[in-house]
Every structure is written in C-alpha cells, then in structure tokens.
C-alpha cells in the first residue's frame, strides 16, 4: 500500500524508510554556491580546509534531520539545551565558513533556520528565524566588500514558512497515525470483551444443563438404568453441541436461535425438576429481535436452574419484550453476575432495556424490553 512521507515518519515501530534521507539530502544542492566560491577563489591548504569546513556543515545538518525524524519532529523528544546546542554547533561552522567562502556562507542560513522550525517549539523558532533573518540583512550592509543582496533573506523566510507547513503536516500524520493505532487496541479490547461475554455465555448454560443431568443420571443409575442412560447420552450430547458453539464462537459466526433456546430451556428446565411454562410460538417476535431474545432465555434459564431454587419457571414473549421469572427465592446477590452484565451490553447495544427484580411470583423476574 502506498504511503505518505508524512505518515512514514510518523511511524515509531520500525525505522522510517532510507526514502527519507533523500529528501532532506536534495536540498545540499544549494551548497554548490559557496562550494564554487571555494573552489574559484581559495587555494592550498585554505582550500581543504574551506572544503571540510562546507562538508562538516552538510553533515551536520543531515545529522540533526536524521536525529529529528527519529524523534517524530516533537520538540519533546529531547532537552531544549541539546537543541540549542547542535543549532549553536550548525551556526559557528557557518560563521567560519565566510572566512573562505564569503557572503556566499549566508547560504548555510536557510538551512538552521529550517532546522531551528523543525527542532523547537513554534515562538521560539520563530524569534530564531527573525534573529537570523535581521543577522543577514544587516550583515550584507555592514561587512566590507559584501554586496546588498536580498535574496539570502528572502530564501530565509520562504524557507522557515515552508519547513512550518512541512512540520505541521508531519505532526498531523503522526496524530492521525496514533489515532489509528488507539482505535486498533479498542477493537482488539472489544473483541475481546465479546469473546469472553460469548464464551461465557455459552458454557455457563451447556455446563450448568450438563451438571444437572448429570446429577440426575447419578441419582438414577442404580433405581433406573435405562433412564440414566438417556441421560448420560443428553449429556453426551450437550457436550458435543457446547463444542461446537465454541468453534462456531472461535469463527465468529455464530448466531442463537429463539426456537432453539427455548426447545433447550424446556429440556434443562425438566431436567432440574422445574415445571415449564413456555410460549409455544413466536411468531409475533420480529426478525431483528430474535438473537437478543435467545440471549436472555439462555441467561434467564440458566440462573432459574443454578440459583433460584424455584419450581417454576415462566418465559413470556411479545414483539418487544421478553419476560423469564420463577417463584425461587428471589434476586438475592444474583443482580449483577458476569452473564447479566454480558446481556446488558447486548441490550445496550440493540437499544434495550434490561429489567432485573423481583417477580410476581416471589422469585427473579429478567425481563427486557425493546425500542424504549
């Protein structure tokens, strides 16, 4: 996928691309003038010297770039004074460099004050750039034998403006791309919360059916064999169907069915000895509600069987609301277990309302309503 360079250097995980170096190493061309003064009017020793001199200032500005955009271009990233102090180190080679170049060292200006725009905070580059700017100006009128050109400065303040809207589109990139990447974490975190609310969800009613026939198979065993038979075998089976509710949950594909809840709730229910009042159809209960609908019949059941102690337990269906109360011992501390604040979530999400209390049986009333 094709990238920005703004995002490229935004990118604190990996080392920003050797693109990089090219675009700030382009810009030395304009080093050709005082390397050409150099050359035409110095010789011998003041020459190399002239020469390593221009080579220590390129290298010093490439360094300080490449040390910036290791930082992201934020002016946090390091101590104000060791900024400071490489700005310090680029200005005195410049300075030296007019011993051999001439006013043509003015060059190597445009270059700190860029630097300076990337490096420090936005007052503060600006009173760099104008100390450079006037410095300039007023040097090109005062030292002898230096002409009146304009154009060092000019070069000084297009250059500051256009490194500030490099700067801010930088920085822009590299909010946008830390955005990004908080975004990222809150879906991995969602998707966790979902897993986790799914699979306890699914294992919390298969286990708690398993326990019970089981329970109920040990009891039978000695008195009826052929009915603990059937029973080990619904065990069996339920085994083998919570299985594949977690694969099918691992896959993320899985959807609960109405009918199939309460076809399950009624089978759990006999199996713990609580008498069954169910609706026998739902055709009232529009598509889109189903799936939340299946939910609260496999969290109420569940809790009916695990805590109320009840003897019966009643489910009852309209095209809004669902209602699943017993006649156990009431809601007691059972208001707020994970499965309930799993089953909020899914109501918050479909723009419910979850109910939670006491039923008109005496026992725990769940009820949940939607579209209020």
Known sequence: MKRTLPAALAENDRPPSRWGWLAVAVWLVYLAQPLTEIWQTQHGITRLLGLLNLAAFGLSYVGFFGILRWQEFRPDKSPLWQRLGYLAVMLGLALLLTLTAGETALTCMVYIAATAVLSLDLRL????????????????????????????????????????????????????????KDMAELAVQEERNRFARDLHDILGHSLTVITV???????????????????????????????????????????????????????????????????????????ENRELFAWVVRE????????????????????????VRDDGKGPGGSTSGHGLMGLRERADQAGAALQVGQSPDGGFRLAVKVGV
């Open 125 to 180: 580059s600006v009173l760099i750039v104008l100390l450079l700017l006037g410095g300039v100006e007023l040097s090109m009128r005062v030292v002898p034998g230096w002409s009146d050109d304009s154009s060092y400065g000019f070069a000084i303040f297009l250059g500051g403006i256009a490194v500030l809207a490099m700067r801010r589109a930088v920085q822009r990139g590299s909010e946008l791309d830390r955005a990004r």
């Open 213 to 287: 026939k089981a329970e109920l198979a040990g009891r039978l065993i000695q008195v009826n064999p052929e009915k603990a038979a059937a029973e080990v075998a619904d065990v069996e089976s339920l085994a083998r169907a919570a299985l594949g509710d977690v694969r099918a949950a691992v896959a993320g594909y899985r959807e609960l069915s109405l009918a199939g809840e309460l076809v399950s709730a009624r089978t759990a229910l006999q199996a713990a000895e609580i008498k069954a009042d169910l609706p026998t159809t739902m055709d009232e209960v529009p598509e």
């Open 300 to 323: 109420g059941v569940t809790n009916v069987i695990r805590h109320s102690g009840a003897k019966r337990c009643t489910i009852k269906l309209s095209a809004r609301q669902i209602e």
